[in-house]
């Protein structure tokens, strides 16, 4: 089997070069069971194995300065100017859940040594001759499971519970998103994208513009202890797993999953965008995605298969649709669902419910604190 390179080669042991006139000239020999130790001190990278189908590693392919990184920015920059003091009022709430939290401990390791004491009156010959000892004993028993019960009833109350104006004008694009976000979540194939690069498609023989570094993800509705609420919000993880994002009427709470540190994100001030994509994908294929078309993973200019590569194979295209969420504060994510279509209608209910708040109404109320839209 003979090809012509030009610009950069690839080696694929053994191999047997001619320099020509016209260019370079490899035979590849795969029936061969060792390479060619000529080759291994000249300036190549050896690469490859025949029992592997698939493209090649691309990573020579990369074009400079077209890399973009996704789950990046800092949590503590991101809360929009109007919502700092609904913050303020949630950090306050956190230190006093603290605090409440750290006084059940104690008021339960009390407990515990009444109880502790309570059995030991009843066993000793001082309960016996005594009986305050073991009412003072009794008592206390009583006395800390009180106390107990009372600190119980302050971390419940300690937790701010936010309601929401919901008017018919806000009321029907949050259902939409709703309706849609729950379409997203049961896609077969959902992923966060970490990083996307353009590549010199000609170099790598490819008819993908592009090569992205992607993880599988989930999509939740749950609620976080920090905010109370009667619906639960939409929630899906950010920062590639390291914070969580939930979607709320009028503004989204970023969560680090550690619990250092969170920010509120006005609606209004959140970039979201959908696009579709035609994605050439190597691995298991979303039973609910759309077929597009068959490439080679090595190809020629035309699409044609590019026959220098024995093992080469056929991949499909599937059609995807793309999430993007972005803010002024640092946040910048993208994701991939297999259902374009409810990726569509969701990013449609948020921006629709962004233009109802744009427009101006509803308020937020979070305790006894009314903050302005």
Known sequence: MTSRFRGELTIIPPVRIAVRRRGLETTVDWSSQHAD?????????????????????????????????????????????????????LIATQARERAIRSDIRKARFQYALSWTTRALAWSSLVSVISKSARARAQQAVALRRAEIATLDGNLQASRISVSFNMETPVAE????????????????????????????????????????????TQLTRRTDPLVDTADLPLSLPVQNGRSTV????????????????????DLKELEISHTTTNFTEEERIPSD??????????????????????????????????????????LHEAFLFSRHDACEAFVRAIKDLKRVLMSGAPMVSGGSKTLPR
Do not use: C
Not at 54 to 64: A, E, H, K, S, W
Not at 184 to 193: H, K, M, P, Q, V
């Open 246 to 265: 939930y979607f709320y009427p009028g503004f989204v709470l970023v969560v680090d999953a550690a619990r250092s540190d969170f920010a509120l994100i």
């Open 173 to 216: 694009p949050h259902q939409r998103s709703l309706g849609a976000f729950d379409q997203l979540a049961a896609s077969s194939g959902r992923w966060a994208l970490k990083t996307s690069q353009m590549i010199d498609r000609v170099k790598a023989r490819s008819m993908s513009n592009a090569v992205v570094d992607r993880r599988a």
């Open 289 to 330: 995605a759309r077929l597009v078309r068959k490439v080679w993973a090595k190809s020629n200019k035309d699409g044609s298969r590019d026959r220098r590569f024995r093992d080469n194979r056929e991949l499909p295209v599937m059609l995807y649709g793309e999430l993007t969420l972005r803010s002024k504060g640092g």
């Open 37 to 89: 130790r000529a080759l291994l001190g000249a300036d190549f990278r050896l690469i490859g194995d025949p029992g592997r189908s698939g493209p090649l590693p691309t990573d020579r392919f990369l074009i400079p300065g077209t890399r973009v990184d996704f789950g990046g920015g800092n949590i503590g920059a991101m809360t929009s100017a109007g919502l700092s003091q609904f913050k303020e009022l």
